[in-house]
């Protein structure tokens, strides 16, 4: 099958013919019709997460199902489906708990394994992992939701406990910060995007900010923030992932506001100091956010289904298989068109 492969550490993914996966005996081997080029893929290319090599990159995927393994109930050959980006092995006890986005032995395609830059792609544990897609969502839609949307998702419902009227500030409006932007805007929020691109603030109002801040010329964008929300959001996402933007998310709270970590922090980045002291006063919530488990997909899908959420609406461009490993190459540096890049491959 075609894959696009990286055999070093900082070396342009170029696509390669490779060998097809095996199918695991309590997974399935997908057929990979659509697949989301994320910030993430970017980490592991560039050495910030262990990966084996050669590697194929790629977690957030949607296609259908050519192969089960035998001790697999649940699925069958021609589901339309999607996955997580973290897979539950299904029997630990956080798995059984529900909660396989924090798996011990959690195994993620594309980081852990061979990932979905490819024409197959496999998972374990598809009884667990494995999400069946509506017939009215499309697989490039599908292939947004794994990590990013999902993760917006769970970190605003979840872990920010939004509410109707809350003040939410979106830190980075990059896939995860977009999708935020849109997804608390469904939910009735007052929402403050702030980036360094003005084409990202612009699809960030065009999604339904209220409010957008350019932290390249604002000095104090957490008091800006305080200032625009009258004491400071209740609600602050880091989306990006760096401890400027960590840090500014907690300063942007309100007294008992929640700040929740999407935003991956790795490398010298992980001990990345953040403003305890404010925490303590005012009595904060720091939340870390880790994706989304398969079971918590229905209510999600179900708001994409009545057209509550759109995220359609977040793809900016779609790419082929051979432009994929370019795209994830220029991650480092601000993306010329806002939204997300989602690579289709023809079945």
């Known amino acids: 099958m075609k894959a696009v492969v990286y055999a070093a550490i900082d070396q342009l993914p170029v696509v390669q013919e490779v060998p097809e996966p095996v199918c695991p005996p309590d997974g399935a081997v997908i057929a990979v019709r659509a697949t989301g080029v994320c910030r993430s893929d970017w980490h592991a ?17 949607a296609g259908v199902v ?24 299904g029997v630990c006890e956080y798995c059984l708990a529900g909660d396989a986005q924090v798996c011990p032995d959690q195994t993620q395609p594309g980081f852990t394994g061979p990932g979905s830059f490819a024409e197959r792609v496999a998972i374990r544990a598809a009884d667990t992992n494995l999400v069946a897609l509506p017939d009215s969502i499309d697989f490039v839609t599908a292939a947004s939701l ?5 993760t917006a998702f769970r970190a605003l419902t979840v872990h920010g406990r939004l509410r109707r009227g809350d003040w939410l ?14 997804i608390g805007a469904a939910l009735g929020a007052r929402v403050v ?12 109002r065009e999604l339904g900010a209220d409010h957008v801040i350019d932290a390249s010329t604002e000095p104090d964008a957490a008091a ?23 840090a500014a998310s907690v300063a942007s709270l309100r ?3 929640r700040h929740v970590q999407v935003g991956l922090l790795l490398g010298p980045d992980a001990a990345a100091p953040l403003p305890l002291d404010r925490v303590i006063a005012h009595e904060l919530e720091v939340h870390g956010s880790h994706g989304m488990a398969a079971h918590e997909y229905p209510a999600m899908l179900a708001l994409i289904e009545d057209g509550t959420l759109r995220p359609e609406l977040l793809i900016g461009r779609e790419l082929t298989l051979d432009e994929a490993g370019q795209a994830l190459a220029d991650m480092d540096r601000p993306a010329a ?4 890049s989602v690579v289709r491959i023809r079945g």
């Open 45 to 61: 290319w560039k050495g910030h997460d262990p990966v084996d090599l050669p590697h194929i990159p790629g977690h957030e995927f």
């Open 66 to 89: 050519v192969e089960v393994g035998a001790d697999v109930t649940g699925w069958h050959v021609g589901d339309r489906v999607t996955a997580p980006f973290v897979c539950g092995c």
């Open 146 to 150: 794994g990590c990013r949307f999902a």
């Open 169 to 182: 500030a979106v830190h980075g409006c990059g896939g995860v910060g977009l999708s935020a932007v849109m």
């Open 193 to 204: 995007a702030l980036d360094i691109s003005p084409a990202a603030l612009d699809k960030a």
């Open 224 to 246: 800006a923030v305080r200032d625009l929300t009258g004491g400071g959001a209740h609600v602050s996402l880091d989306a990006l992932g760096h401890p400027w933007t960590a």
């Open 255 to 257: 007294r008992r506001g």
């Open 337 to 340: 068109t806002p939204g997300l």
